[in-house]
């Protein structure tokens, strides 16, 4: 059993290696830069959300007063085709997460999975391509908006309901921008519109809106139609009627696909009705923000323990098994 449980770690361990490469554009691409929005509210929401960027991607400047973030184009992180949509910006954090306290932050669960995780990334706000010209790779941030993780408060990574998500501790109180609305009770409805707001490859501050609800029957996670990317997971997804958050993104379609003619990475491109659509956890899951609101985790079947290759929901299925090539997706987590 020891030696079946180890091989599933290992299974699940590359699963979220995979974490910075899936996601997908549903219709028309409705990602935008955080300054090039429209819409004031939207401004206003983003200043609350933040990248997940390693330490070894950090450099503290000029006496500690601004933090040089060191990153390489999109272009040549992920070898993403020179004419694709923001080819030729900075890439840095691995994750996106939101304030919802003055010193509390959400993320996805496979964002944060230890506490090494925690003491090795730090959390920074205003990460903007406004701050950038097109093709640099090193941009200074305020030191003031970079923050470490003091310690995970709870975190979930479920491979039998798919719960998803992290509630941490940042290492001080965050003063100068407010904590995020949130759902605490009941869930959204079906068709209901959202915004999604995070760094998807890593970029700056992204906005994709004109999405809806697809699937919403998971006590644990709907489905939507965002357009979303690895380096999303972790971002806020709000009720685009309320602007208060109902989710946090986590998985979905893979990112990109090959071009063999180009020799590089091309967006990967669904109709807004069709593929599986991408994982929103419910804020309603974490305990600390919705007591009473978690359901019950599901019950595992002894078979399916004793089973080291199965994870139900994720693997084996019949379209995907690990040990097929080619038969899965890229990843299977954003």
Known sequence: MKKKLTVLMTILTCASAGASVNKVIYGEDDRTHLNDSELAIFKELARATAGMIPNTKLEKKFDGLLTLVKGETLEKAMRVCKDEKFSQVMTAANCSGFLVGKNLLVTAGHCITSEAACKNNQWVFDFRQDLLKEGETEL?????????????????????????YALIELDRDVTDREPLKFRSEGKIETNDPLVVIGHPSGLPTIIADGANVRTNDNDFFFQANLDTFGGNSGSAVFNAKTNTVEGILVRGERDYAFDPQSGCNRVFKCKDDECRGEDVTRITVIPELAPGMTPEEPVIEEEELDNPFAIPGLFPTEDCNPFIPGSCPDSLFN
Request: net charge positive.
């Open 140 to 164: 200074y941030v305020n030191s003031d908006n970079v923050y470490g993780c003091k310690k995970i408060i709870s975190q979930s990574l479920s491979r039998v309901s798919k719960n998803d």
